[in-house]
């Protein structure tokens, strides 16, 4: 479980976020939405403890990535817009560079590289160079190094872009997996259709704070609104909020 109370972070003159607090359950999936500048990818980098607060308590099974980053991350799995693929490396070395850099090897790696390629239907570009590879095809060897060291948290920072409607799909699918393992995952993300059909719960973070939390259908029944897309509009108050 991850719990946030009151985060706030400033760059300078700029206030990132200015009291964000929410609870992201184990085997849930938690869509984090807000219009672009709203503080979510500035949120996730804290959770994991890439940057650190100014003001409140974060708190990821108990303990608190600013002061014990390493533990937190050793049990988060976190997808990044920044892929970091080697080109000369195949998928599979790859993985196995990364497998190994969380204490994994041998056979024991080379299973688990197999299971997030059938999870993730990748195994048509495993043995090949990532050097040209499609968005979603790059995509997909970062979700399976996130996913590589079984992580009981993910953070994922919108996971679905670039992604073909047959890529989509297996995202989707291994998800649900993940959240039937009893996974917590935070999913940043622009696609109301996603949060509509696979997501559990909803926190809406508007100029860096959080206006509502609750499931899509709780959200629209709280604005009287039939449409998840025109509650979001509602909730975080302008037309800036319209989805792409």
Request: with cysteine.
């Amino acid at each position: 479980m991850i719990e946030v109370n009151e985060v706030r972070k400033q760059f300078g003159a700029v206030q990132a976020l200015g009291g964000v607090s929410f609870t992201a359950r184990d085997g849930q999936i938690t869509a984090l939405l807000g219009p672009n500048g709203a503080g979510k990818t500035t949120l996730l980098r804290l959770l994991v403890g890439l940057l650190k607060r100014d003001h409140g308590t974060i708190a990821v099974d108990g303990v608190d990535p600013a002061v014990n980053p390493l533990a937190v991350r050793a049990n988060i799995g976190f997808l990044t817009d920044q892929f970091g693929l080697y080109e000369r490396l195949s998928t599979r070395e790859y993985l196995a560079y990364f497998g190994e850099l969380h204490g994994m090897g041998g056979k024991s790696l080379t299973a688990r590289i197999d299971e997030v390629s059938n999870l993730l239907q990748m195994d048509d570009i495993l043995e090949r160079r990532s050097k040209g590879f499609s968005q979603g095809q790059r995509i997909k060897v970062a979700m399976a190094r996130t996913l590589l060291h079984r992580p009981r948290h993910l953070l994922l920072d919108e996971p679905s872009r670039g992604l073909d409607v047959m890529s989509t799909r297996a995202l989707r699918v291994a998800l649900s997996a993940l959240r039937s393992e009893g996974c917590c995952v935070i999913m940043a993300t622009h696609v109301m259709q996603e949060v509509s059909h696979l997501c559990d719960d909803v926190i809406v973070i508007a100029k860096g704070m959080t206006v509502a939390q609750g499931s899509p259908q709780q959200l629209c029944e709280r604005t009287g609104i039939a449409s998840l897309e025109d509650a979001f509009v509602s909730l975080v108050g302008t037309d800036e909020g319209l989805l792409a």
